[in-house]
């Protein structure tokens, strides 16, 4: 079974740093794009960050210049380096990930059980 698992989250003041983890595991065949979302009290969940299997990127406009996503293919793990965090950046932040699992081998879309970021002074 496939899962994803966070780290990193906490409780931060505002201008301070925060690396979040996802670690994918179990029975993958491979996996294509991973990206980290977020969601505010009362707000709909958004996309922060995304990186694709040939290492491009995809930034939110609101976090461009602050956050940097990268991943590391051999540990199926993909990470957000969150600098200058502020406030607003105060959210659950969720992982997603494209994985063809290799039960199945139909791609689709797995979610992490998110992790909280608090920023405040």
């Known amino acids: 079974q496939v899962q994803l698992v966070e780290s990193g989250g906490g409780l931060v003041q505002p201008g301070g740093s925060l690396r979040l983890s996802c670690a994918a595991s179990g029975s993958i065949f491979s996996i294509s794009a991973m990206g980290w979302y977020r969601q505010a009290p009362g707000k709909q969940r958004e996309l922060v960050a995304a990186?694709?299997?040939?290492?491009?990127?995809n930034y939110a406009d609101s976090v461009k210049g602050r956050f940097t996503i990268s991943r590391d293919n051999a540990k199926n793990t993909v990470y957000l380096q969150m600098n200058g965090l502020k406030p607003e950046d105060t959210a659950v932040y969720y992982c997603n990930a494209d994985i063809r699992p290799i039960t199945t081998m139909a791609s689709r879309k797995y979610w992490g059980q998110g992790t909280q970021v608090t920023v405040s002074s």
């Open positions: 990186i694709f299997s040939g290492g491009s990127t």
